[in-house]
T-cell receptor, first 110, second 112 residues
Framework: GQSLEQPSEVTAVEGAIVQINCTYQTSGFYGLSWYQQHDGGAPTFLSYNALDGLEETGRFSSFLSRSDSYGYLLLQELQMKDSASYFCAAVSGSARQLTFGSGTQLTVLP | EAQVTQNPRYLITVTGKKLTVTCSQNMNHEYMSWYRQDPGLGLRQIYYSMNVEVTDKGDVPEGYKVSRKEKRNFPLILESPSPNQTSLYFC???????????FGPGTRLLVL
């Protein structure tokens, strides 16, 4: 089966940098996505890595190492509004299904 | 405005009473899917559809049905709801299988 592991909680202060790790075990792996979800809201797409390396989008970057079955989301210059749950999701199979990790609750303190 | 809509947003029902949660997207997306979200378990895919009249099971399809008669609509049907189907449900769509998925606002379901 498919499984993804990520820490359940991370806490950091405003202005800091935080890294959320994700390890995965999937067959037919195509890439790793990251989604953000605020309390009571819908998940929203942040990034997608199909190839090894770092992808940067503003304050957020995402990294993938296919050989290590590992990825991370890097959030820089943290702001209070970044407090949310962050999910890694593996894209796999001929139907490119998304299998989500159980999520990391990020709390940004003032 | 490009969006995915779901109705109802909140629903309380009783065991065994059939219900349908509607999902509609106005982006002409081919790919649509349903997820349920439970505390500590993340989002789990129930069913997905790659195009009209093409549907397939996700990771947790038991107790659910779907249909895709039109490109824009992808209703989720619970023929005989049970308390273990109490959950937060999200519909999502994307242009193709590889594209970013856009999620609807969610439907909170309580089955008594």
């Amino acid at each position: 089966g498919q499984s993804l592991e990520q820490p359940s909680e991370v806490t950091a202060v405003e202005g800091a940098i935080v890294q959320i790790n994700c390890t995965y075990q999937t067959s037919g792996f195509y890439g790793l996505s990251w989604y953000q979800q605020h309390d009571g809201g819908a998940p929203t797409f942040l990034s997608y890595n199909a190839l090894d390396g770092l992808e940067e989008t503003g304050r957020f970057s995402s990294f993938l190492s296919r050989s290590d079955s590992y990825g991370y989301l890097l959030l820089q210059e943290l702001q209070m509004k970044d407090s949310a749950s962050y999910f890694c999701a593996a894209v796999s199979g001929s139907a490119r299904q998304l299998t989500f990790g159980s999520g990391t609750q990020l709390t940004v303190l003032p | 405005e490009a969006q995915v809509t779901q109705n109802p947003r909140y629903l309380i029902t009783v065991t065994g009473k059939k219900l349908t949660v509607t999902c509609s997207q106005n982006m002409n997306h081919e790919y649509m899917s349903w997820y349920r979200q439970d505390p500590g378990l993340g989002l789990r895919q129930i069913y997905y559809s790659m195009n009209v009249e093409v549907t397939d099971k996700g990771d947790v399809p038991e107790g659910y049905k779907v249909s895709r008669k039109e490109k824009r609509n992808f209703p989720l049907i619970l023929e005989s709801p049970s308390p273990n189907q109490t959950s937060l449900y999200f519909c999502a769509s994307s242009l193709s299988r590889e594209e970013t998925q856009y999620f609807g606002p969610g439907t909170r379901l309580l089955v008594l």
